[in-house]
T-cell receptor
Framework: AQSVTQPDIHITVSEGASLELRCNYS??????LFWYVQSPGQGLQLLLK??????LVQGIKGFEAEFKRSQSSFNLRKPSVHWSDAAEYFC????????????FGQGTILTVHP | DVKVTQSSRYLVKRTGEKVFLECVQD?????MFWYRQDPGLGLRLIYF???????EKGDIPEGYSVSREKKERFSLILESASTNQTSMYLC???????????FGPGTRLLVL
């Protein structure tokens, strides 16, 4: 069975600092990996995705993520955080089935201090 | 742009009531999903539909049913609402053959 673990429930950073959110997955085949962001009171917005190819993927809002197969990880990074990045972030894994079911992690809440 | 809408942003119901949550997408997507979101648990899949009138159980289907009579609309039904169904409910849609799911804004349901 597939699973996703986001070890950090809550992270606090100062504005302008760098950010890394961790994501570890368990999946029996080549995974499709996603990061979504949810601002307060909103639905989920796709930040970036990895299907194949270059293991460093770029997303919207200056985010990037690196797929490391040996570590079963897909960590999200941003070099300089803005106050508007405060939100909840979800990592998800899918398997390329025709139904596209995703399994989500527990989420990481990001607080940004001025 | 893909647009997924949900009929209500906030809903308050009483225990035992029958509750309908509606989701509509405007991109002719074949696949649609219902999740519930609870703090510390992330999103959990309740049901999904891969085509009109076709449905499959997700990870937590107990206490829920679904209906998909038209391609653009996917309804989640709580036959007899209970307090433990108080949650945020998120709908998503996806084009078959693509991997990205597009989400609606969510419905926050309170069952008293």
């Amino acid at each position: 069975a597939q699973s996703v673990t986001q070890p950090d429930i809550h992270i606090t950073v100062s504005e302008g600092a760098s950010l890394e959110l961790r994501c570890n997955y368990s999946y029996g085949a080549t995974p499709y990996l996603f990061w979504y962001v949810q601002s307060p009171g909103q639905g989920l917005q796709l930040l970036l995705k990895y299907f194949s190819g270059d293991t460093l993927v770029q997303g919207i809002k200056g985010f990037e993520a690196e797929f490391k197969r040996s570590q079963s990880s897909f960590n999200l990074r941003k070099p300089s955080v803005h106050w508007s990045d405060a939100a909840e972030y979800f990592c998800a894994v899918g398997g390329g089935t025709s139904y596209g079911k995703l399994t989500f992690g527990q989420g990481t809440i990001l607080t940004v201090h001025p | 742009d893909v647009k997924v809408t949900q009929s209500s942003r906030y809903l308050v119901k009483r225990t035992g009531e029958k509750v309908f949550l509606e989701c509509v997408q405007d991109m002719d997507h074949e696949n649609m999903f219902w999740y519930r979101q609870d703090p510390g648990l992330g999103l959990r899949l309740i049901y999904f539909s891969y085509d009109v009138k076709m449905k499959e159980k997700g990870d937590i289907p107990e206490g829920y049913s679904v209906s998909r009579e038209k391609k653009e609309r996917f309804s989640l039904i709580l036959e007899s609402a209970s307090t433990n169904q108080t949650s945020m409910y998120l709908c998503a849609s996806r084009d078959s053959g693509q991997e990205t799911q597009y989400f609606g804004p969510g419905t926050r349901l309170l069952v008293l």
